[in-house]
């Protein structure tokens, strides 16, 4: 997802307390390995959704699974412009191939274009952790993260920090339940979970069906409210 710095929330969960635990929970350690991502993310076809704001086309944001034994590579790319009176007011570009063996994230590499500032992060898996390098230089972190593109995996609202694989390093997260909802998709409508998340570089709704398929999202970007609309 894109670099959305806001989100409305419920009126009882304030922004700036969300940001506190966001980032405390960065400092909460990491309970137990996650299980298979390959064996979670089998069952998931090719994404792709519309983004939409006010109703009209914008751009899309894709992910692809490549399963080869027990390794999966996903990749992700995301290119949404905002137009007013024929100009370009906003482009967020991002690319990133992420390599996947068994719990653990193996490598990854990406690429952003976040409205003309432009970002590359790679990264691999160590003895000790995940070494991962960013415009802040190489960081060690723990290897048994999600990442931030990790949208497409249900899991990701239980967990409290995720590998930044737009920035580089480490982010926390925090996530709030909110009612389940009906989502219109191209094999017809579903009940989906929907949770709000926030962290310090995006925020916004994800919906996920009753299989983990992630089926819709909803964010803020630059002030404008965004959505994805599943297209296959």
């Known amino acids: 997802m894109g670099s959305a710095r806001r989100l409305h929330y419920d009126s009882r969960v304030t922004r700036r307390r969300l940001l506190r635990l966001a980032t405390a929970a960065a400092a909460v350690p990491l309970l137990g390995p996650l299980p298979s991502v390959r064996a979670h993310a089998a069952a998931f076809r090719d994404?792709?959704?519309?983004?939409?704001?006010?109703?009209?086309?914008?751009?899309?944001?894709?992910?692809?699974?490549?399963?080869?034994?027990?390794?999966?590579?996903?990749?992700?790319?995301?290119?949404?412009?905002?137009?007013?009176?024929?100009?370009?007011?906003?482009?967020?570009k991002h690319e990133a191939k992420e390599i996947w063996q068994s719990d653990r994230l193996v490598s990854v590499t990406s690429r952003t274009n976040d409205n003309g500032t432009l970002l590359e992060v790679s990264g691999n898996a160590v003895a000790d952790g995940f070494r991962i390098i960013g415009d802040d230089g190489p960081v060690l972190i723990s290897g048994r993260l999600l990442t931030s593109n990790t949208l497409w995996d249900a899991r990701i609202v239980r967990e409290n920090r995720l590998i930044d694989v737009q920035h580089?390093?480490?982010?926390?997260?925090?996530?709030?339940?909110?009612e389940d909802e009906r989502v219109d998709t191209p094999q017809g409508p579903?009940?989906?979970?929907?949770?709000?998340?926030?962290?310090?570089?995006?925020?916004?709704?994800?919906?996920?069906?009753?299989?983990?398929?992630?089926?819709?999202?909803?964010?803020?970007?630059?002030?404008?409210?965004?959505?994805?609309?599943?297209?296959t």
């Open 47 to 92: 994404l792709r959704f519309r983004a939409l704001r006010q109703g009209s086309p914008i751009g899309e944001h894709r992910v692809t699974f490549r399963p080869d034994g027990n390794r999966l590579t996903v990749e992700t790319r995301v290119d949404i412009a905002v137009k007013l009176l024929f100009i370009t007011a906003f482009r967020f």
């Open 168 to 178: 580089g390093g480490e982010v926390g997260l925090v996530t709030k339940q909110l």
């Open 190 to 231: 579903v009940r989906a979970s929907r949770h709000h998340m926030i962290t310090p570089y995006y925020a916004g709704s994800v919906f996920h069906d009753s299989d983990g398929r992630w089926v819709k999202g909803v964010l803020e970007l630059k002030g404008e409210r965004v959505e994805y609309a599943l297209a």
